[in-house]
């Protein structure tokens, strides 16, 4: 078992495969046959669409939540407590350690669902896949430090995280040749609306006052969106260009995971270490305001919550495309604000007019890019049976 389902986008040959050996069937049934195995294909693959579209949101609220948590029980959204810009490398490490979970996952799933095929072994091969993995692990491990630190020193950083939607179009369009629709840029500003307009009540809010550490955060946080957006598309060529498509997506998207995120965890933790901020990790877990036991779920939880999100995010750069894994993952952020406000802020601030809007704009930007695929499966469907037709 395992979905093997393409993006309505990438050209396959399942069609053409499955018409070896039937020829001298009625037509009729072949037809039948055939239709009933893409209509199969076709419902698999939107299941696993809304599957990854709900591991992406829920990641987003809770890793949102826990991290919000985490600040205000070290302490960290006080204004002038140093501690503020201090713990990047650790939010980097956290965000990429909870790996062996996924990867116990993958083992089991290809326990209990062998599907495993002979595929190609040239050296050549796993040489492509090794630079895929290193060169994603690499891009992890900056952007989660680049984003860890432009989120603690800048209070412009989630309008610049917006412009990583505009990074990922111009990226998918030059590495993926991906091609766009009217229905796909409604999705990509109405989801960049959504969050630019998101007023930010996180508890990591930094200080105005820091100018020089301003700069810093802005520019950091730049360069995160850059490599983020640039890590999306490379986990698209790979799964266009480097993986087989005998391979169970299943399998490949947990591979990715894994890899990836084992490679930026050995760089964060060389990283913790040379910035010595593993110091700090004692007094955190020592002045926790709800104790050292909660300390720790604290960041097992949002190591989890973090990897729910990032696996949902490859899973739908596998079944669509990196655009799509973006919006999502934008579509999401003022439903996580709603919940940071309701947690956090219940007596001090209200869910303002703008929020719902922002809400509003987000499951609207959903929608659209939803319908943009619909359409494209629709029209691969007419296409197949016209071309059934005329065998």
Known sequence: MGFHTKSPDRITQEEEEANIGVENQPRATTSIALDRSQ??????????????????????????????????????????????????????????????????????????????????????????????????????????????????????????????????????????????????????????VATGITSSDDAYYPCESEGWKMSYGAWCAFFGTVAFSLSLCIMQLGFQKVIPNTESRVSTVMLMQTNASMIATLICLVGLFISSEYKDIKEDFETFKKGKPLYVLSLIGLSLAWHVMSLGLVGLVCLASSIFSNVVNFSATPLANIFVVLAFRFMDDDIEWFKGGALLAGILGFASYVYSLYKATTKQEIASQTELVRV
């Open 39 to 192: 209509n199969l294909k076709t419902r698999n693959w939107w299941i696993c669409i809304f599957v990854c579209s709900g591991l992406v949101v829920t990641g987003r609220v809770l890793s949102t939540l826990l991290l919000n948590f985490y600040f205000i029980q070290t302490g960290r959204d006080t204004c002038d407590d140093p501690k503020q810009f201090k713990g990047t490398w650790l939010q980097s490490f956290v965000q990429n350690a909870a790996f062996p979970s996924i990867a116990f996952i993958f083992l089991l799933w290809r326990s209990s669902f062998s599907t495993h095929r002979e595929t190609q072994s040239s050296s050549s091969f796993f040489g492509k896949l090794f630079i895929l993995y290193l060169s994603l692990g690499f891009l992890s491990a900056a952007y989660s430090q680049l984003y860890a630190i432009g989120r603690t020193h800048c209070v412009f950083f989630f309008w610049i995280f917006t412009t990583q939607l505009i990074f990922t179009s111009i990226f998918t369009a030059i590495i993926n040749k991906h091609k766009f629709n009217r229905w796909i840029i409604l999705s990509i500003v109405l989801s960049g």
